[in-house]
């Protein structure tokens, strides 16, 4: 099973961007379709957005739409949560998420799918 690291969480001002890195070790992460989530105090986990195995498809919450872009570079082992225009709104601890599965193509979107999560990484955005 992959270890995942996410990192690049800090305190930021509204409406400045992050960028969030998801490091895996192990099997290689080109065999999984990644997710990312996210956890504000008292609440559930959400899902923010997510990758296709191959890269082609991507899908997010309306919440983030327009100003989140998740990409990965298998090469590297990592992928990538790129967030602009953060709102107060958008602070929680984030969470990159890996689910093994063989179809290129399929992105998911609920927690459940996914088998293989970071620790997560907090992000703070002051208004």
């Known amino acids: 099973q992959p270890q995942l690291v996410e990192s690049g969480g800090r305190l930021v001002q509204a409406g400045g961007s992050l960028r969030l890195s998801c490091a895996a070790s192990?099997?290689?992460?080109?065999?999984?379709?990644m997710g990312w989530f996210r956890q504000a105090p008292g609440t559930e986990r959400e899902f923010v957005g997510a990758i296709s195995r191959n890269g082609a498809n991507t899908y997010y919450a309306d919440s983030v739409k327009g100003r989140f872009t998740i990409s990965r570079e298998n090469y590297k082992q990592t992928a990538y949560l790129q967030m602009n225009g953060l709102k107060p709104e958008d602070t929680a601890v984030y969470y990159c998420a890996a689910n093994f599965h063989p179809d290129y193509s399929s992105i998911y979107t609920t927690d459940r799918e996914y088998s293989n999560w970071g620790q997560g990484t907090q992000v703070t955005v002051s208004s």
């Open positions: 192990g099997p290689p992460i080109s065999m999984s379709a």
